[in-house]
C-alpha cells in the first residue's frame, strides 16, 4: 500500500538538499529522498566532476545514505529538478533502485515548476532484471 501521506515531507526533503547538489557543469540539480524499510527519510543529491563521466546522479547517493544509516529498503523515492517536465530517474540509477525496492514501489519525479509524476518501479523499469535471477 502506497504511503502518500508523507510525500510533503519527501518534497521538503528532497529540495533540502537539492540546494546543495554540486551541479557546475550541467547546472541541473537533482535531489532525492527515499522513505525507507525503518521509517527514516534519507537523502542525496548529484555530485558532478571535471571529468564529466565520473559523476554521480542524485539516487545513488540517497541509497548510500540510506545504508549508511541502517535501513535496507525503499518504500518510497521522491525525485525533485528543475523545470517543469518531472525529472524521472535515469536509466542507471532505475537499475539502482531496482535493487533495493519491490516492482509495487512508487517513484514520484518532480520537475518543480510543474506537476509530479508517479510511476512504479515496474512501469519505470519494465521486465527488469534483478537479484533475484542470481543463483543463491
Ligand atoms: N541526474 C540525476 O542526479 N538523477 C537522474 O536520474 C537524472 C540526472 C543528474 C546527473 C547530472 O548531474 C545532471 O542531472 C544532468 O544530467
Known amino acids: 500500500m502506497a504511503d502518500t ?3 510533503q ?6 529540495e ?4 546543495k547538489a554540486y551541479a557546475p557543469y550541467s547546472r541541473f540539480q537533482v535531489g532525492a529522498a527515499i522513505l525507507a524499510d525503518d521509517g527514516k527519510i534519507y537523502t ?9 563521466p565520473v559523476g554521480n546522479c542524485a539516487e545513488p547517493s540517497a541509497i548510500a545514505a540510506m545504508l549508511a544509516g541502517g535501513a535496507k ?9 528543475p523545470g517543469t517536465m518531472p525529472v524521472t530517474p535515469c536509466g ?13 514501489v512508487e517513484i514520484i519525479s518532480h520537475g518543480v515548476d510543474g506537476a509530479p509524476l508517479i510511476c512504479t518501479l515496474d512501469q519505470l523499469l519494465p521486465h527488469s532484471f534483478g537479484p533475484e535471477y542470481l543463483p543463491k
Open 92 to 104: 542507471g540509477c532505475r537499475q539502482r533502485i531496482r535493487e533495493f525496492a519491490d516492482l509495487d
Open 44 to 52: 542525496g543529491c548529484n555530485v558532478e566532476n571535471a571529468a564529466y
Open 73 to 81: 529498503r525503499i518504500k518510497r523515492i521522491y525525485v525533485t529538478g
Open 5 to 7: 501521506s508523507r510525500d
Open 9 to 14: 515531507d519527501l518534497f521538503l526533503a528532497a
Open 16 to 19: 533540502a538538499i537539492r540546494a
